[in-house]
């Protein structure tokens, strides 16, 4: 089963995949994809504000922010860590919660990265926001840091994300039942 999807201009297949014994999501991926990755970087660009510095969870938004960094001319982009990395000091911590990920699990600033944000305009950005239980995660880790947050930005909303005024988006993507129909 799949769901069509249309975004930044492109179409994709997408690949349904069981969550539970009643639900299931659109498995959309960027990795690996560079034509949706440079489109979806470009839409998201036309609606961001202004902003000093971009955020982003590992791992499905790293080519996003990547691309975001380049075409926008900016040198640098931070992300957000699941795991303490030994080259990492003063380092910021909270807990994440996501769908596509079982059980709770934390994400990790370094401190000279927070350094860099404090005082400094954020956009957040992900590929997803479904619960947005990572999105409110990257959140908290900037402010810790003293930064601003700008914008929350994502390629997808969805299910009940696609209702919230707090973010910003390209598409609509939802949520499914366990024989592929979407939910209402």
């Given at each position: ?12 297949e ?5 969550i539970s ?31 000093d510095y971009?955020?982003a ?38 807990a994440d ?7 709770e ?26 619960t ?15 930064g ?5 930005m ?19 993507l939802?949520l499914?039942?366990?024989q592929?129909?979407?939910?209402t």
């Amino acid at each position: 089963m799949t769901y069509t999807i249309r975004v930044a201009g492109l179409t994709r297949e997408l690949p349904l995949c069981p969550i539970s014994d009643s639900l299931s999501i659109a498995g959309f991926v960027i990795f690996g994809d560079v034509e949706l990755t440079c489109a979806c970087a470009k839409a998201l660009l036309e609606k961001a504000p202004e902003f000093d510095y971009m955020v982003a969870p590992e791992a499905k938004a790293i080519p996003l922010a990547h691309e975001m960094a380049r075409q926008s001319g900016r040198n640098e982009y931070i992300l957000t860590r699941k795991k303490k990395k030994a080259y990492m000091t003063d380092v910021f911590e909270t807990a994440d919660s996501s769908i596509t990920t079982e059980g709770e699990q934390k994400l990790y600033m370094d401190g000279a990265d927070a350094r860099r944000i404090r005082g400094k305009r954020v956009l957040i950005l992900d590929d997803v926001i479904s619960t947005g239980g990572s999105i409110a995660a990257v959140e908290n880790l900037v402010t810790q840091a003293g930064g601003i947050v700008v914008a929350r930005m994502a390629i997808l909303a969805e299910g009940d994300a696609a209702q919230r005024d707090d973010i910003l988006y390209l598409e609509p993507l939802p949520l499914f039942d366990a024989q592929g129909n979407p939910r209402t």
